[in-house]
C-alpha cells in the first residue's frame, strides 16, 4: 500500500513539474526609445507564455515616447528532430529542421507621446503541418518527428533606433 502512495506522490509531482511554463528571459533598455521613455503608471514590460503551440505576449503602455512609432514581432520557431526511415524499416537518415512562425505590428503612438501595445499572440507549427510539407531526401523514405522544441522572441523596437527597447526570450 504504501508503494502505491509513493507512486502516486511521483505521478502527481511528474505532472506539476510537466505543467511549468518554460522560463522567459526579458530586458528592458529604454536606452534604445525616445528619450524620457518609461514605463505608464501601472504597466511594466511584456510577459510572455506558452499554452501548447501558442506564444502570448501581455501587452503594455509607455509615456514619453513623442510622436515616435513602434514595432512590435513576435516570432515563434519550432524545432524539429526526426529520421527517415527506408522502406526496410531502418533508419537511414536523422534530421533537424525549424520553422518560424512571425507576427509584425506598428504601433502609433497616441496622444500625448503616449504609445499602447495590445497583446501579441503567434501560433507554433506543429508536427503535423510541418510532417505535410517535409520530404526526405529520397522520396520513397518516411519522416517521422521524435521531438519538437518551441522558442521565442518578442522584440519592441522604436521607429529611428536599431536595437529593441524591450526584448522577450523563451
Not at 505576449?57 to 513576435?74: K, M
Request: aromatic share 6%; hydrophobic share 40%.
Amino acid at each position: 500500500m504504501r508503494k502505491i502512495g509513493i507512486i502516486a506522490v511521483l505521478s502527481l509531482l511528474v505532472t506539476a513539474f510537466a505543467a511549468v511554463p518554460a522560463l522567459a528571459v526579458t530586458t528592458v533598455n529604454l536606452d534604445n526609445a525616445p528619450q524620457g521613455a518609461h514605463f505608464a503608471q501601472g504597466e511594466a514590460a511584456p510577459v510572455c507564455t506558452l499554452s501548447g503551440l501558442t506564444v502570448t505576449c501581455t501587452g503594455t503602455a509607455l509615456e514619453g515616447v513623442g510622436n515616435t512609432n513602434a514595432t512590435v514581432n513576435l516570432a515563434v520557431t519550432s524545432t524539429f528532430t526526426g529520421t527517415c526511415t527506408n522502406p526496410g524499416g531502418h533508419l537511414v537518415e536523422p534530421f533537424t529542421e525549424s520553422e518560424t512562425t512571425t507576427t509584425t505590428s506598428v504601433i502609433t503612438s497616441t496622444r500625448n507621446g503616449r504609445i499602447v501595445i495590445p497583446e501579441q499572440t503567434a501560433t507554433a507549427v506543429s508536427s503535423e503541418e510541418f510532417l505535410a510539407n517535409f520530404e526526405c531526401p529520397n522520396p520513397n523514405w518516411t519522416p517521422t518527428v521524435s521531438g519538437t522544441a518551441i522558442s521565442f522572441v518578442y522584440t519592441l523596437t522604436f521607429a529611428g533606433f536599431t536595437e529593441p527597447a524591450i526584448t522577450v526570450t523563451g
